[in-house]
């Protein structure tokens, strides 16, 4: 179940990545990281722009923190959390490593708030799964150009492909009204909100602090941090961003045992979203979580660990 994959080996090496089947799948590649160096860079100026104006609104957002009601601060923390849950306990941790399993309310409000996250690459991932794509966690303006050549020798996932592209119209409209129109409606209905302030804070400053703490597992959580558990792959275990991304930081063992539904040895600790699913486990909604025995952890780490933990 554990063992090293060689492909991870090469990649460490700079040589060349290929399939090493079931093995193989259980470290996420880093072999995605040499392709990627390989096949370049290119600026996406139209998201370059797109961004750069995103960012302005969202400055020019924090001066209105004070003069909003503070039912409204509280409201976009609500959103940042759902938002969050999208994307961590959603198109993560269901949906990308099927770590656990939802029943269907709770893959609907799921669904509902990765609608909040607004964050295409990542409902991508999320349907194709990164478990059965050698690239996974590498941050592509396409985020089908990685998982192109896994898609066109996959008849099944092609047909998925197509429902997603018939869905995808519908994907639109759900963006809208949960990034936008649900977040900047209710402090203006409910406790008369200014629309100007209802719209900037919990929609256009939350989104965008959303954007960056999930860019942060992608960035920073590869450069900065400790690995005890391989320390021949990028990703690392990083505080900072384990409090943004609601327990993703942890991301040297996420890399090491990607289908634990805790991304973490810790299990609660410093992770909402291990909470959240632990929750839903005890309503009734969620259920076959998998993790890491301490057996597999432990052997792990002596052999492949930096020795920091
Ligand atoms: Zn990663
Ligand atoms: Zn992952």
Not at 17 to 32: F, I, K, Q, V
Not at 214 to 219: G, K, P, Q
């Amino acid at each position: 179940m554990v063992a090293f994959p060689k492909s991870e080996l090469r990649a460490a090496a700079g040589g060349r990545c290929e399939p090493e089947g079931a093995e193989s799948r259980e470290t996420e590649a880093e072999c995605g990281d040499a392709k990627e160096e390989k096949r370049g860079q290119t600026i996406v100026w139209r998201n370059v722009v797109l961004m750069a104006l995103l960012h302005l609104a969202a400055v020019y957002a924090l001066q209105l923190i004070p003069r909003a009601h503070p039912f409204t601060w509280i409201w976009s923390y609500v959103c940042f959390l759902i938002t969050g849950l999208g994307i961590t306990a959603g198109a993560h941790r269901l949906w990308s490593h099927r770590s656990y399993k939802a029943k269907f309310p709770l893959r609907m409000f799921l669904a509902a708030a990765n609608s909040m996250a607004f964050q295409v690459y990542a409902l991508f991932k999320g349907i194709l799964g990164t478990h059965n794509v050698k690239y996974s966690h590498t941050f592509d303006a396409s985020p089908l150009a990685s998982n192109e050549l896994y898609i066109w020798d996959n008849p099944l996932l092609f047909k998925l492909l197509y429902l997603c592209a018939v869905l995808f119209r519908y994907y639109k409209l759900s963006v809208v009204m949960m990034c936008f129109v649900v977040p900047t409606l209710v402090p203006w209905y409910f406790w008369d909100e200014s629309i100007w302030n209802s719209y900037f804070l919990p929609g256009i400053l939350r989104y965008t602090i959303c954007l960056n703490c999930t860019w942060l597992v992608n960035s920073a959580a590869h450069i900065y941090g400790n690995r005890p558990y391989d320390k021949y792959i990028n990703p690392r275990e990083n505080c900072l961003v384990t409090f943004g991304a609601m327990g993703e930081g942890f991301h040297n063992f996420h890399h090491t045992f990607p289908f634990d539904y805790s991304a973490s040895e810790f299990g609660l600790r410093l992770n909402p979203t291990t909470c959240f699913i632990d929750f839903m486990c005890l309503l009734g909604l969620a259920s076959n979580r998998k993790k890491a025995t301490p057996e597999m952890i432990k052997s792990r780490k002596l052999r492949t660990g930096d020795g920091s933990a």
